[in-house]
């Protein structure tokens, strides 16, 4: 019998997020457990860094969605969870938005979390999600790195200004707990964690630990 497969899409069309994103979910990958697998949306942007490349990728993003028939369950690896509703009406089995989990699992940890954006124009357009999930109340603060997706997954400064830039939102804004706003930032989760001494919420691993339970438990 074989195992049911987890499909992990990277919906901008940059490989090394999408090599990052497979390197962050490997302690999530056992033996005996569902196939965990990373794919790349050809026809994405390089980045997804604005409200039309959100909308940009929404249909394809449903095309394939409602093209494989194989796999258990979907992840969108993009913090803007891009097509997720559209995603959703393409199948029966589980779609799930790394945004939404990220932020769910972020609220079992802290009574209050903080979120690390790619940049400035990214955070009214999260802001606008979490609106819309009712979770305002709980957001102690959302600053921004002032980088693209791809310095975010292969920059060299990458991590240390993640650090400060989460050092401000725990001390100067309350955060209880960080969220890393973008997929391309999952290498330095465990480093960001151990230099700020709270917890550090890789989105996209949280959204696959709820995948494996949905499979799991099917």
Excluded: W
Excluded at 11 to 31: C, D, H, Q, W
């Amino acid at each position: 019998m074989s195992r049911p497969r987890i499909m992990v899409i990277n919906p901008n069309s940059n490989r090394v997020v999408t090599a990052g994103i497979a390197e962050a979910l490997k302690p999530l990958m056992f033996e005996d457990g569902p196939e965990i697998v990373c794919e790349t949306l050809a026809e994405g942007p390089y980045g997804v860094e604005s409200q039309a490349d959100v909308d940009g990728v929404a249909m394809p993003l449903r095309q394939f969605v409602a093209s494989d028939h194989s796999s258990a369950a979907f992840v969108i690896a993009c913090y803007s969870d891009p097509g997720l509703h559209v995603c959703r009406e393409a199948t029966t089995r589980p779609v799930l938005g790394i945004a939404e989990c990220g932020v769910l699992t972020a609220l079992t940890r802290a009574e209050t979390f903080g979120v690390i954006a790619i940049a400035q124009r990214s955070i009214r357009r999260h802001l606008r999600y979490l609106r819309q999930m009712g979770l305002m109340d709980r957001l102690a603060g959302e600053r921004p790195l002032d980088m693209s997706v791809a310095e975010t997954a292969s920059g060299e400064g990458t991590l240390a200004r993640m650090i400060s830039v989460g050092r401000a939102l725990k001390e100067e804004d309350g955060a209880g707990a960080i969220v890393m706003g973008c997929a391309g930032m999952a290498r330095h989760r465990k480093m960001l964690e151990e230099a700020l001494g709270i917890p550090a919420i890789d989105p996209t691993q949280a959204a696959v630990t709820m995948a494996l339970g949905a499979v799991r438990f099917a």
